[in-house]
């Protein structure tokens, strides 16, 4: 085809497209004649993305703390992103599914092999220091790490490990959300009052959460794969891929704050307590919240010895050897 005819070519589809806009061609060819060309710090909005790292004090390592904060959310996103999808997926397509939480798995593996910026990229006495200038602020805030928890499981897989044989999906998501079990990784240490931070998280939050909990009351990603024909759910790369995601999400990644917990908070003669006053010994290793996305892929024993092997292989490496 000439480039002549090619070019008219594309004009009369982009007339077929905007013809029920109500607005001629020629205004859209007009708009492309006068927009300037783009470059790439405009279209990723770099100088924006750069000058949101506003440190509360003037130790250089808040910096790098605020760097990965804001990283980790990033990447939160993009697991979110993958999760709509499947949530919104009507396919029962295998295939689709795989790749989706091979997608989750990469964006979780890049997160937990890049936590040693946080365990090792930082001096622990201008972390001692500065974090008090965070107060009451904490990463147990992050509303985007309880999106992903929602949209991956039955709301009362998430209820404390305590409590969970006490509800089931007919109770009402408003009592599920109200025994999850982050919350109780958020009271005072010395009260058992609920602290600040959850009080602030609470109010601007929950809302929110009960009713992303209530959309995917039935579609959550652990839904999607139950509601699956019995020999799409026997498939091996699916059921490897959603183990690895439980694994990831709470086990792996857990962990990774429970080492960097350890390493700034953990070792002096009384335990220092989280910005947020979270009680984080309790609240953080996975053998003690047993949170499984997928519980029907495991065995009664590997649900009860969830997560141990890996706290004792991080904390008690002798009894492992043993």
Known sequence: MKDKDLIDSQISKLEEKYKDSGQDVNSYLDGLLHQRYLTYWDYINLDTLLSLQVPRTYFPDEEIFIMYHQITELFFKLILHEQKQLVDDKSQNVDFFIEKARRINSYYETLISSFSIMIKGMEREQFLQFRMALLPSSGFQSVQYRMIEIYSTPLENLVHHTEREQF??????????????????????????????????????????????????????????????????????????????????????PLMHMGSAHRYLGREAEEIEATGGTNWKDYLPPSFQKVVFFPNLYTKEELNNWGKQWVDHIFNPDKIKK
């Open 168 to 253: 089931s999906s007919e109770d009402p998501i408003e009592e599920l959300y109200e025994h999850i079990y982050w919350k109780k990784g958020a009271t005072d240490v010395d009260t058992g009052e609920k602290t600040l931070t959850l009080k602030q998280f609470e109010y601007r939050y929950t809302p929110r959460l009960v009713r992303i909990a209530k959309q995917v009351q039935d579609g959550s990603i652990c839904h999607k794969y139950l509601q699956l024909p019995a020999k799409k759910r026997d498939n091996k790369a699916l059921i490897k891929a959603l183990k690895t995601l439980d694994m990831n999400a709470n086990i792996n990644w």
